[in-house]
């Protein structure tokens, strides 16, 4: 038998016991590990969250590689590659792969009669992948799109119709400045999205991969690049490895230079203030760690000194400090095992409670969300709950020490 676990069972079940403060001291311990932990479930929850969710629209609008003309990185002017068949399936053998998909860039300006808006349009083909889009979409509908031929449908941001008063089925022109030469097009509002990451609903709309073409005096083989997504973004920086050996520096049809790059290498900016977030986990975690253990320290000395006569009894029938400081820290573990229980139910159904009915509201101008996101991972939820444990069991063995202080002949005469 285990004696110091069955004698800190038989004090911690003990109801009976009328200490004024030792039991009030439990209750406080116990209610700062569960306060602690459910703020690092939820925190944690949070950032995975909102981290993932700030991804993955990065990734709806610019994919996770794009192919393109090395010369765009010279200047301004947008030069095309030759995306024909022969590309595509070159790029679709790539290791890790999963889709391919042509686009092109065009710029100009919305105007009704009453505003005007400077927009960037990106033509898109029958293989694009409109998941992201239909996600978002808040009104009118996602037409089918095409690479040789131009419905002038055109998908704009709410951003951009709240902006020119525009709703779905509304007809605009578009006017397109190129060496000099305007280009006048006259499109139909098909539908409205709305994502809230303001530097690309601000401007950027949709169409047909003809329409854009014809904009910038390209011909249907042509585009500005080619998105690909990858089987298992985990490993985007393997896949990207592939690209630079197999695609990059090689040419096209046409004789243009191929480079690639990664979401990350495009969008640098973004992901560059995703990864501060960590920082912020780390910083609220230590926090709540230390809160915990600072609770559990200052409520095993209480119990410690309002015990201090059974602590002598002990000693006194032979027990080694060993077995006494062993017998506490069991009784910390009860403790502290509580407290886990509670801060898992209210971390956990805090989270729950906001995938479901999402209770807790943001500004989306400067969030990019209008509702907290969270992501529950239970393995990482496990991993917390041990780790909280081991380090608050780890802080207690300094002050379990004080039993050797405590003497048998005196302490069975204390009061």
């Given at each position: 038998?285990?004696?110091?676990?069955?004698?800190?069972?038989?004090?911690?079940?003990?109801?009976?016991?009328?200490?004024?403060?030792?039991?009030?001291?439990?209750?406080?311990?116990?209610?700062?590990?569960?306060?602690?932990l459910?703020?690092?479930?939820?925190t944690?929850?949070?950032?995975?969250?909102?981290?993932?969710t700030?991804?993955?629209?990065?990734?709806?609008?610019?994919?996770?590689?794009?192919?393109?003309?090395?010369?765009?990185?010279?200047?301004?002017?947008?030069?095309?590659?030759?995306?024909?068949?022969?590309?595509?399936?070159?790029?679709?053998?790539?290791?890790?792969?999963?889709?391919?998909?042509?686009?092109?860039?065009?710029?100009?300006?919305?105007?009704?009669?009453?505003?005007?808006?400077?927009?960037?349009?990106?033509?898109?083909?029958?293989?694009?992948?409109?998941?992201?889009?239909?996600?978002?979409?808040?009104?009118?509908?996602?037409?089918?799109?095409?690479?040789?031929?131009?419905?002038?449908?055109?998908?704009?941001?709410?951003?951009?119709?709240?902006?020119?008063?525009?709703?779905?089925?509304?007809?605009?022109?578009?006017?397109?400045?190129?060496?000099q030469d305007?280009?006048?097009?006259?499109?139909?509002?098909?539908?409205?999205?709305?994502?809230?990451?303001?530097?690309?609903?601000?401007?950027?709309?949709?169409?047909?991969?003809?329409?854009?073409?014809?904009?910038?005096?390209?011909?249907?083989?042509?585009?500005?690049?080619?998105?690909?997504?990858?089987?298992?973004?985990?490993?985007?920086?393997?896949?990207?490895?592939?690209?630079?050996?197999?695609?990059?520096?090689?040419?096209?049809?046409?004789?243009?230079?191929?480079?690639?790059?990664?979401?990350?290498?495009?969008?640098?900016?973004?992901?560059?203030?995703?990864?501060?977030?960590?920082?912020?986990?780390?910083?609220?975690?230590?926090?709540?760690?230390?809160?915990?253990?600072?609770?559990?320290?200052s409520?095993?000395?209480?119990?410690?000194?309002?015990?201090?006569?059974?602590?002598?009894?002990?000693?006194?029938?032979?027990?080694?400090?060993?077995?006494?400081?062993?017998t506490?820290?069991?009784?910390?573990?009860?403790?502290?095992g509580?407290?886990?229980?509670?801060?898992?139910?209210?971390g956990?159904?805090?989270?729950?409670?906001?995938?479901?009915?999402?209770?807790?509201?943001?500004?989306?101008?400067?969030?990019?969300v209008?509702?907290?996101?969270?992501?529950?991972?239970?393995?990482?939820?496990?991993?917390?709950?041990?780790?909280?444990?081991?380090?608050?069991?780890?802080?207690?063995?300094a002050?379990?020490?004080?039993?050797?202080?405590?003497?048998?002949?005196?302490?069975?005469?204390?009061?």
């Open positions: 038998m285990n004696l110091p676990l069955y004698i800190a069972k038989r004090i911690y079940s003990d109801q009976g016991d009328k200490r004024k403060v030792s039991r009030p001291a439990i209750r406080i311990a116990t209610i700062g590990v569960a306060i602690g459910a703020v690092m479930i939820v944690v929850s949070v950032v995975l969250g909102f981290k993932h700030i991804r993955d629209k990065v990734v709806g609008f610019g994919s996770h590689i794009q192919v393109h003309n090395i010369l765009n990185y010279s200047g301004s002017t947008p030069h095309p590659i030759c995306a024909d068949d022969s590309l595509m399936k070159a790029i679709n053998r790539v290791p890790g792969v999963a889709h391919a998909e042509r686009f092109s860039m065009a710029q100009g300006i919305l105007k009704t009669d009453e505003d005007f808006l400077g927009i960037a349009i990106k033509g898109i083909a029958e293989e694009y992948d409109t998941t992201f889009l239909s996600k978002h979409l808040i009104a009118g509908s996602i037409s089918s799109f095409s690479a040789k031929t131009s419905k002038y449908n055109l998908l704009v941001s709410k951003m951009i119709a709240d902006k020119l008063k525009l709703k779905d089925g509304d007809k605009i022109y578009g006017y397109f400045i190129d060496n305007v280009r006048t097009r006259r499109f139909t509002i098909s539908g409205i999205y709305q994502t809230n990451m303001t530097r690309f609903d601000e401007t950027l709309c949709f169409t047909d991969l003809h329409t854009a073409n014809k904009l910038n005096g390209w011909t249907d083989k042509q585009a500005t690049g080619i998105e690909v997504i990858a089987k298992d973004f985990s490993r985007l920086n393997e896949t990207a490895d592939e690209f630079v050996t197999r695609i990059n520096r090689t040419g096209d049809e046409e004789g243009n230079s191929l480079t690639s790059e990664t979401i990350y290498e495009l969008y640098p900016q973004v992901f560059s203030w995703l990864e501060l977030l960590d920082i912020n986990v780390w910083i609220i975690l230590i926090l709540m760690v230390c809160v915990a253990g600072f609770t559990m320290i409520g095993l000395l209480i119990i410690i000194l309002e015990r201090t006569q059974m602590i002598g009894i002990l000693k006194a029938l032979g027990a080694r400090n060993k077995a006494v400081r062993h506490f820290l069991w009784f910390s573990v009860f403790i502290i509580q407290g886990l229980l509670w801060g898992n139910i209210a956990l159904g805090i989270v729950l409670l906001q995938q479901h009915t999402g209770f807790i509201t943001l500004d989306p101008q400067t969030y990019y209008s509702e907290a996101p969270m992501e529950l991972n239970l393995p990482l939820v496990a991993l917390i709950n041990i780790a909280t444990l081991i380090i608050c069991i780890f802080v207690l063995i002050p379990s020490y004080l039993i050797s202080h405590i003497h048998p002949a005196k302490s069975m005469r204390y009061e």
